[in-house]
């Protein structure tokens, strides 16, 4: 079983700085990311790091955001900085198995406030 847990979502000013933290069990992954959702919008990807520590970044966060991975705990982190309202969105935690499996979390909302 697959179990993928977030936390870190929250109300935070422009400006301001929140983390998100993802910690998925249950097995091992290639890859893990977070990608987010906006009303009327499409799931995006945000940010992705490898087992080796290669990262993606969506080009509207690119130095805003970083994000990291301890891969013994399986655990992911997205550092999110300079926010803007822009960012508000459901943000979710996603994990890829080797063979191509993805699994998600279940959505932590960040809302950034002008």
């Known amino acids: 079983q697959v179990q993928l847990v977030e936390s870190g979502g929250g109300l935070v000013q422009a400006g301001g700085s929140l983390r998100l933290s993802c910690t998925a069990s249950?097995?091992?992954?290639?890859?893990m990311g977070w990608y987010r959702q906006a009303p009327g919008k499409q799931r995006e990807l945000v940010a992705r790091?490898?087992?080796?520590?290669?990262?993606n970044y969506a080009d509207s966060v690119k130095g805003r955001f970083t994000i990291s991975r301890d891969v013994a705990k399986n655990t992911v982190v997205l550092q999110m900085n300079s926010l803007k309202p822009e960012d508000t969105a459901v943000y979710y935690c996603?994990?890829?198995?080797?063979?191509?499996?993805?699994?998600w979390g279940q959505g932590t909302q960040v809302t950034v406030s002008s």
């Open positions: 790091i490898s087992g080796g520590g290669g990262t």
């Open positions: 249950g097995s091992f992954f290639n890859a």
């Open positions: 996603n994990a890829r198995k080797y063979d191509g499996s993805d699994y």
